[in-house]
């Protein structure tokens, strides 16, 4: 399998289909092996039927149904578990992104380990509030694990598979995966990307589980990082 691409759903009964018929063409386009894996992270609107006529159809669709919420990183690393791909590729299934840009990740993944999008546009598409929290969340993580990402919430990443070999998610973990891949000495490359105001649905942003869920997990991670084990051997 060449490209497995990772895909979180919560209550995306308006957009799933259209998400998967652009993958779909962008797949054919490539002439690659691929594989699309919804994950259904608890949505109780029509996505569950939806994913599983999608699933029906094409074989190339698979489908894990959580059986209540549990969140992204949930998502996530049953994604990364069930992923038989060389490269895996994440976005979410809100359609904010394009996703003709997953070529750019591949691309990016010819020379770099990991390659993850960076949003150009996040004030006009997602408002002050988010923005400003988001910079502010971002600037605090760099200064403190001594970084300089531009954007680590972008949902569109890319990872060659042995970057993600006994990794291990916890709760408010996604946005320090690179950190961690970082640290193990993976190279990791940052694409600029233009993101599009939310049409459908609503937003799972608030400034708790944003910021300050996000800041105990920042020093369990600074922690880790500073207690890494390293020796070699003669």
């Known amino acids: 399998m060449d490209i497995s691409i990772i895909i979180p759903v919560f209550n995306e009964e308006n957009t799933v289909a259209a998400l998967h018929e652009n993958i779909t063409r962008l797949i054919k386009e490539l002439g690659a092996s691929c594989e699309m894996i919804f994950i259904n992270d608890g949505s109780f609107d029509a996505s569950p039927r939806i994913l599983q006529q999608l699933k029906s159809t094409d074989s190339g669709v698979i489908v894990i149904n959580f059986e209540k919420r549990y969140g992204k990183e949930s998502a996530l690393a049953a994604g990364f578990s069930a992923a038989k791909g060389e490269k895996i590729i994440t976005i979410d299934s809100d359609m904010q992104i394009d996703?003709?840009?997953?070529?750019?990740?591949?691309?990016?993944?010819?020379?770099?380990?990991?390659?993850?999008?960076?949003?150009?546009?996040?004030?006009?598409?997602?408002?002050?509030?988010?923005?400003?929290?988001?910079?502010?969340?971002?600037?605090?993580?760099?200064?403190?694990?001594?970084?300089?990402?531009?954007?680590?919430?972008?949902?569109?990443?890319g990872y060659r598979r042995e970057c993600l070999r006994?990794?291990?998610?916890?709760?408010?973990?996604?946005?320090?995966?690179?950190?961690?891949?970082?640290?193990?000495?993976?190279?990791?490359?940052?694409?600029?990307?233009?993101?599009?105001?939310?049409?459908?649905?609503?937003?799972?942003?608030?400034?708790?589980?944003r910021i300050f869920k996000g800041l105990a997990a920042l020093f369990v991670v600074k922690w880790m990082l500073a207690n890494r084990l390293k020796y070699n051997v003669r």
């Open 166 to 209: 006994g990794l291990k998610l916890y709760s408010g973990f996604h946005v320090y995966i690179l950190s961690l891949l970082h640290n193990a000495g993976y190279t990791i490359k940052e694409i600029p990307i233009k993101t599009k105001k939310r049409q459908y649905g609503k937003s799972n942003f608030n400034i708790h589980n």
């Open 99 to 157: 996703s003709r840009d997953i070529l750019r990740i591949l691309d990016g993944l010819r020379d770099s380990h990991a390659v993850i999008g960076y949003r150009t546009n996040r004030l006009e598409t997602d408002g002050f509030i988010k923005f400003a929290s988001s910079k502010i969340a971002n600037y605090i993580r760099n200064f403190i694990l001594r970084e300089n990402f531009k954007d680590v919430g972008c949902s569109l990443q």
